[in-house]
Structure formats: C-alpha cells, structure tokens
C-alpha cells in the first residue's frame, strides 16, 4: 500500500462548477501538506501550504487537512479552463527533507 | 517561472549509456532535491543537497549519483541507462533544507532510454 493515495481521476467538470480533490495518507508523522499544479509538459508548481491539521484559503482555492481521519483536500471555487492541469498532493513530517508525493489527478474543466 | 532551471530539456540516448542533468536552484537557495517522474510510480524522490553537501537520500539507484557544486549547481548522473530509466526527472530548490522550507521545482529534463 502506498503511503500516499489519490485518485488519478481523469476528472472533468463544467466551467464554474465546484471542484473537490482529495488524497488519504497512511503515515500519521506526516505535518506538512502541500498541492502542487503541474500543467502537461511542465514542472509542479506549488499551490498550497499547510501545516497540521485545519483549513487555509487563497482566492479560489481552499486547503483542508484532517489529521484524525488522514484525509486532505483542495477545493477549487468558480472552476475555470485554465486550472485543467494535473494536481498533485505532497507531504512530508517534521524533519524530513523529502516529499511524499500522490500519483496526482487530472482535471479538465470544460467552457 | 519558479527561478530553477534545467538543462537539458529533452535527452534521447541507448541504453548502456551515461547521462548528466543539470540543475541552477533559485537565487539564494541552498538545497536542491532531485525526483523522477515516471507514469506507473509518478514523482519519487532521489536525492537532497544542501550547501554542497548530501543531506538525504531516497529511492535512488546504485547506478545513479549528484553532486553539488560550490556555486550551488548541482548534477544529477544517470549512468548504465536501461529502458525503464526513461521518465521525466526534476530538480526543485528550497531556501534551507528543513521540513518547513517550500520546494520549487524547474521545468524538467525528459529522458528517453531508447
């Protein structure tokens, strides 16, 4: 069993609809949670940051993490066709330098 | 643009044969971290480097080795290419090199073992 588990998808929704993405993680010293966008054929760019568990917000996008169920997730508001892209969610515990990474969803959002 | 950049962009080489990426972190940062990005095991970490030296290793290969440089460059040596090492393979950089530092990663080197 992986470590980190997200649903590859592919994902696809109308223009303006709510998105919702989420991964499961095994390792309960994990602290940091990260989502990553990679567009095709480019580099991850990195969305979101939290620590431990609860929710943080930036424009559209919403980060939430519970640590008592393992769970993370990333909600995309008034989807747009530029965030079809893959998304990715990383993270890491205190101390590590590496990054954990799931195998990222494809989301398409169609105009 | 996240300020990391890697050369080259493309590589197409046989299997048996040796291959060296490079990676310029952004200005002022001191860890560089090193991932392969395949279809079946998506990105996996390999390696990190702060202020030249190896700070932590992951599922890197025998056959595989980096190094970083004084001026913070650092390579990444693939060597011995079997046709399962075709993958995309990244470098990300971050400020320090704990847990709390954000990485950014460049824009990729894709390697075709042919």
């Known amino acids: 069993q992986k470590e980190v588990e997200q649903d590859p998808g592919p994902l696809s929704v109308p223009e303006g609809a709510i998105v919702s993405l989420n991964c499961t993680y095994s390792?309960?010293?994990?602290?940091?949670f990260m989502w990553y966008r990679q567009y095709s054929r480019k580099g991850p760019e990195l969305l979101m940051y939290?620590?431990?568990?609860g929710n943080k917000e930036d424009g559209r996008f919403t980060a939430q993490v519970d640590k008592s169920s393992k769970y993370i997730s990333l909600f995309i508001r008034d989807s747009q066709p530029s965030d079809s892209a893959t998304y990715l969610c990383?993270?890491?515990?205190?101390?590590?330098?590496?990054?954990?990474f799931g195998q990222g969803t494809r989301l398409t959002i169609n105009p | 643009d996240s300020g990391v950049t890697q050369t080259p962009k493309h590589l197409i080489t046989a299997t048996g044969q040796r291959v060296t990426l490079r990676c310029s972190p952004r200005?002022?940062?001191?860890?560089v971290y090193w991932y392969q990005q395949s279809l079946d095991q998506g990105l996996q970490f390999l390696i990190q480097?702060?202020?030249?030296?190896?700070?932590a290793k992951g599922n890197i290969l025998e056959r595989f080795s980096a190094q970083q440089f004084p001026d913070l460059h650092s390579e990444l040596n693939l060597s011995s290419l079997e046709l399962g090492d075709s993958a995309l393979y990244f470098c990300?950089?971050?400020?320090?090199?704990?847990?709390?530092?954000?990485?950014?990663f460049g824009p990729g080197t894709r390697l075709t073992v042919t």
């Open positions: 990300a950089s971050s400020v320090g090199g704990t847990s709390v530092d954000e990485q950014y």
């Open positions: 390792n309960s010293a994990f602290q940091y």
């Open positions: 939290t620590y431990s568990s």
């Open positions: 990383a993270m890491r515990d205190q101390g590590a330098q590496k990054l954990v």
């Open positions: 200005s002022g940062d001191l860890s």
């Open positions: 480097y702060y202020n030249g030296e190896e700070r």
